[in-house]
């Protein structure tokens, strides 16, 4: 293996060592393994409920939670794969890996990268170098570090691209893996190259830093550069990149990726992570302040040779095929063929050569899979594999020729799913499975989705229009599923319902995949989790009944409006009690009920409604009236409303505590402020829950801006910020309500003594 790769896992296997001596800190530990790819993460009994795949794992151990000194609970290892290039070898050991270390699943993510679950931190040092030993990496995988830096999977091949961006994309990741600079960033920071503007394999536009390929003529010469954007994101709260420079030189895009990560560690966010995002500088500082800084950061560099070394290999740069190129016999085709071909088959700009994507539903393939796989990439394509940020492989230089036989191979595999980036190919986060994050079972539903459509598709087709949809889940706000791109995106979060927790997916409408991911769509209303599946086809129904001559979905989201696609969610929303109708109170592939010991029948008089209720339901509505605002170009009302709606939240948990409690807004907030966030009772112990904490400061530093500009992009942020808001509430009085629930319990017990009920709220 490289030495410098050897070298850095022996200090890593050194460092686990020390931390089992107890001579590391929990807190320097956590950002050490980060870095090195290692995460925590959600133990789930060794298996998930997506039905897909049967996850078990590779030795007996048992759930724990606690500081890093116990060393029993398995994790997760994220392993980095730039621009997602993968040649046979590498596919070799990750599929050995996976097989010997977890749970013989390799799973590929929306940035790329190769995932794998259930691994003993014990194994890690030896996994790495394996990887080492084929030229893959872990390092900054995860932690407040540089990501892996992605691009379009159809780089080199693509039809429209102004010119091959791969070796550019290498050199960057590279060039900023361990680099100094890069080493005191009080967040991740990540880097995407598109080769044209128009399509959305790169997406630039959800990325702190994103180079779009771009030529011009100079001097009689054609010169390569690239459009530069910056501060884009998704999360919780998303961020449209903005133009930082039109024309950028190919010879500059490693200086300026330099010093803009300089001035992102000098000044972002350390403390508050919740805005410690480059996003979140360049909007207090900015755009033209921050592009003033980067370009004086960048004068003042010392000059490195790496910056230019490698543009003198750039235009000898190619792929080698591993076959001549030649034309498809179109006369012997049989109908699935073609159904694959129609989908997962791109013709290629150089003559003779497709790329053929390989679908994996919801990313995940066997080591099986995987191993087998790479003989067939040796055999038909060589080292030209690629991961996609649609969580799929691709085959690129295949000579069109092999395409039947390449198919057989693949069916032989169980790979040759056909539906590529269509509705069928479901993007989902892990979710419930695996993420101490998850919220709700995203993979669960992501799988039945998948399952229904590809099944549809086999036995009567699906609507052309219906088809080209994308459908992309989170299991909670943090978008790894990016759920804000999508047609029609979820993201996971539960309600109360009659003493139970039920778990529903907050719905979204009318994102834009395509243009480097131009248009984010916009919270709607919350669906029962396992209503989402009947909700999809109303939805898609009124789409094909109602749409105009050629009407793509975004349009029509946008010609009909909020309160029409409100109501979809309205007639949808709806939960009956317990006892009418048990499946809403459990998640998708998981038998488990949410909660059940708090459920209560036999009340023959209607269910008394807490206040608190009706408070949250009345904030959601304010804030569904800002998007309205908002759709109607009423910056400063959407804004307000969305403000409003936060106060409406806060309010109604104050009064679970103080109930004569007025409409003043400095009384709200200040009561909030003592009872709820100087008391950390807002942020949730859990880490399966939501970072309250982080959201409680989205009303108090909108309360504190007095002299407040209004913008459309400011009240588009604050209105997702408000959503956010009011999910943490509903999180927080959920959490209340239970400790209240368990109070009373113990109380009634032999021996307790019964509190009056506002002492045991108030407590």
Known sequence: MPAELAREIDVYEGQIELKKQGKIEDKLFAETRLRRGSYGQRYDNGQRHDGLVHRTLPYPTQATKGPETLWDAPGMQRIKIPFGGLNPDQMDVLADVAEEYSDAICHITTR?????????????????????????????????????????ALAGVCRCEAFDTTPYAKAMAYHLLGHPDTQDMGRKFKVAFSGCKTTSCGLTNIHDLGFIAKTWEENSATRRGFEVVVGGGLGAVP?????????????????????????????????????????????????????????????????????????????????????AAARLDLARLDPEFEAW????????????????????????????????????????????????????????????????????????????????????????????????????????????????????????????????????????????GQHHLADIGFYGVSRKIGGATVPHFRVLMGGEWENNGATYGLTIGAVPSKRIPEFIDHVTQKYLADRQDGERFKDYVGRIGKKALKEMVDAYSAVPPYAVDRTLYSDWRDPREFTISDITTGECAGEVVPQIEFDLQAAEQRNFEAQIHLEQNEAQKADEAAYHSMLIAAKGLVRMQLWDLGDDPEQIVGEFRSRFYDTQLFQSPDAGQYAGGKFALYLLNRHAEQDRVFTAEKARHLVEEAQLFIEAAYSCYQRLSEQQANAAKAAAAPGGVTRPESQQAAG
């Open 112 to 152: 790329q990268d190769v995932q794998l679950h259930y691994i003993h931190i014990d194994d890690a040092p030896d996994l790495m170098r394996r990887l080492a030993s084929v030229n893959i990496t872990t390092r900054e995988a995860c932690g407040n570090s540089v990501r892996n830096v992605t691009a379009c």
């Open 239 to 323: 961020y449209d990149a903005k133009l930082f420079e039109e024309t950028l030189p190919e010879e500059e895009i490693l200086p300026l990726a330099q010093a803009t990560c300089r001035v992102f560690a000098r000044l972002g966010e350390k403390r508050n992570r919740g805005r410690a995002r480059m996003k979140f500088l360049i909007e207090k500082i900015g755009l033209d302040e921050f592009r003033r800084l980067v370009l004086e950061e960048r004068k003042g560099l010392r000059p490195d040779p790496r910056w230019t070394d490698y543009l003198h290999d750039v235009e000898r740069y190619h792929e080698t095929p591993a076959r």
């Open 341 to 480: 071909r129609a989908t997962n088959v791109y013709e290629q700009r150089q003559a003779g050569y497709v790329a053929a994507t390989v679908t994996l539903p919801l990313g995940d393939i066997t080591s099986a899979q995987m191993r087998r796989l790479a003989d067939v990439a040796r055999e038909y394509v060589g080292d030209n594999v690629r991961a996609t940020v649609e969580q799929n492989l691709l085959l690129r230089w295949v000579s069109e020729a092999d395409l039947p036989a390449l198919y057989a191979e693949l069916k032989r595999l169980d790979l040759a799913l056909p539906g590529a980036g269509k509705i069928e190919d479901v993007v989902t986060c892990p979710g419930t499975d695996t993420c101490k994050l998850g919220i709700a079972a995203s993979r669960g539903l992501g799988a039945v989705l998948h399952e229904s459509y590809v099944h549809r598709q086999k036995s009567g087709g699906i609507d052309p229009a219906v088809r080209d949809l994308h459908i992309k889940m989170s299991g909670c706000f943090n978008s790894c």
